[in-house]
């Protein structure tokens, strides 16, 4: 099968590397706007399945061009791109893989789907790590409950970086973007939200992580999680944010440097959020110059046996480890294997309906015995509460 992956960057070069070994794939092409994440890749396999494409997302004509003959489309790139590839992907008529969801997709999940059935695709919306991984935990953790009823996802990183204190693991703009925009939460069968930053609480991570300070933001899972696991009446996602980003976070805000409305700058327009991201080091560049652990833990609570119970579910990775795997880092590499899953459910004809599928709609056993085989050590915990 002939398999297109856009984006190659911290995520998709992950992505790639595993969907690369797949019997079923005969050609991997990686297209990006930058290709040396990419030729770096295919340097150190040397796998000649690879072949590299120099395509913007943002190029309809390059796009169109690349995805004829396609038989799976991979979209590893930043979100604000998502939507544009995927349109593409019906288009073209192949099937498709994506990392994150477009607001279509979270808030009118049945039309998208219904318009991946009329254009014949088998599409899977939201697979990296959280979502995605965290989706497939909690799909995981319900069925082994007679009854769920609240979901809780806990993303930690304690990374440092030497000469660095402000920067961040995934993409510098969606993440500015999250800890500054309003934080939906599910309670009681409905959707509300809080102000950005709220309420700093503290939540104890599976060792080697430990204590951090988290935050509620907006997040698929506290869509999902309801929607698709039966019973879930209270869901949250909570990210962990140290208190120097978070007060850099609450100074953008204040000065309006959050913003993604252009602005006139000396004739120009410039949007003020952009400014800030290009001052900031990319994801990338910072590979081999981590130390810590990244963790995604997702909390199920409800019913066994008649009484109240919680089943935990988690992974942690190392950000040497990432890189000594993937030259990538933890985050990346938890990214970059959650669409691999996904995209190795469609090849295998696991996965093969018409329609749109969410992380909680996938097999979950089936997902969470693949993940070791692809270097993510899942581990679990049941408890009466």
Known sequence: M????????????????????????????????????????????????????????????????????????????????????????????????????????????EKVSKICEDAGITAITGMGSDCGISDIFARYAANKLDAAYEARTMDGDNASAEGLDFFTLWSPIDMLEEVTTPAAIFRNGKISYLPPLFERQIYNFPEPIGPLPVYNTTHEETFFMPKFINGIKNADFRIAIDDNFAQIANMLMKLGLHSLKPVEVKGMKIRPLDIVVSLMPRPVDLTGNLRGHAGVIVEVTGEKGGRKAMVKVWTILSHEKAYEMSRTNATGYLVGTGGAVGADLILSGSVKGKHLYAPEMLPAEECVAMLPKKGVEVKEEFSYL
């Open 2 to 109: 002939r398999v297109v992956q856009m984006g190659c960057g911290i995520t998709g070069r992950v992505c790639a590397e595993h969907v690369v070994k797949n019997n079923k794939v005969s050609e991997l092409i990686l297209a990006d706007a930058r290709i040396d994440a990419a030729q770096d890749m295919i340097d150190r396999l040397k796998n000649d399945k690879f072949t590299i494409a120099k395509v913007d997302a943002n190029d309809k004509a390059a796009v169109r061009k690349i995805l004829r003959g396609c038989d799976l489309l991979i979209s590893a790139v930043p979100s604000e791109y998502v939507k544009e590839v995927f349109e593409q992907a019906l288009k073209a008529g192949c099937d498709y893989v994506d990392f994150s969801v477009t607001q279509e997709a979270l808030h009118e999940f």
